[in-house]
């Protein structure tokens, strides 16, 4: 197959834009995996006061920690837990252009840490709400976008992640169930907000 010269250059810049984004990608979500284990080193030296700072259901004037609480665990094995499944589904999540990876991140913190308020009964904290939410926006943009790319992405996360739809269903009492399914409903909310429109 040949390419005439502006091809060659369209293909060119197409893929030096790709690497940029993906490169942009990455620093983000290892600059805020690190931030959250900097910070659980900090809530381990203070005997975890910063707990306090998560998701306290129904309680109005801690209404604002539900943007505190995705980026907060209880313990170093609850994070070492998330850290995987945050850099793959994060960086997955962000590549496309890190504008709808914030704003799909908010759509996330905000209806999954409302749902988690209004529906839990338990001090709730982290990067579950996100990761739960990343899945579904993957699954979303695969739905609603309709790029061969998207729904790529899509079935592999399914085929890798599917089972963390169990996690969805009450079932273990110390893990907050609410934030796994109203972090994936965010998800799902973000990737319909955030979907192309037919002239782009």
Do not use: C
Request: charged fraction near 10%; charge should be neutral.
């Amino acid at each position: 197959m040949s390419y005439s010269p502006v091809q060659r250059e369209s293909r060119g810049e197409g893929l030096a834009t790709q690497g940029t984004r993906a490169l942009a990608a990455a620093t983000l979500i290892l600059f805020v995996t690190a931030g959250m284990w900097v910070l659980e080193g900090i809530d381990y030296l203070a005997d975890g006061r910063l707990d306090q700072y998560g998701i306290h259901p129904h309680d109005v004037a801690d209404l604002p920690d539900i943007f505190t609480a995705p980026f907060l665990h209880v313990g170093f094995a609850h994070l070492m837990a998330n850290t995987v499944p945050f850099l793959i589904l994060g960086f997955l999540a962000a590549v496309r252009g890190l504008a709808k990876f914030l704003a799909a991140s908010l759509v996330i913190i905000v209806v999954g840490g409302l749902g988690v308020w209004f529906t839990s009964s338990a001090l709730t904290l982290g990067s579950s709400i996100l990761i739960f939410g990343f899945f579904g926006y993957l699954i979303g943009r695969g739905l609603f976008e309709r790029r061969l790319a998207d729904i790529a992405i899509a079935v592999a996360v399914v085929a890798v992640y599917g089972t963390m739809l169990v996690g969805v269903v009450p079932s273990d009492p110390s893990i907050s169930w609410q934030g796994h399914l109203f972090g994936l409903l965010g998800g799902v909310l973000a990737a319909w907000m955030l979907r192309r429109s037919r002239t782009e």
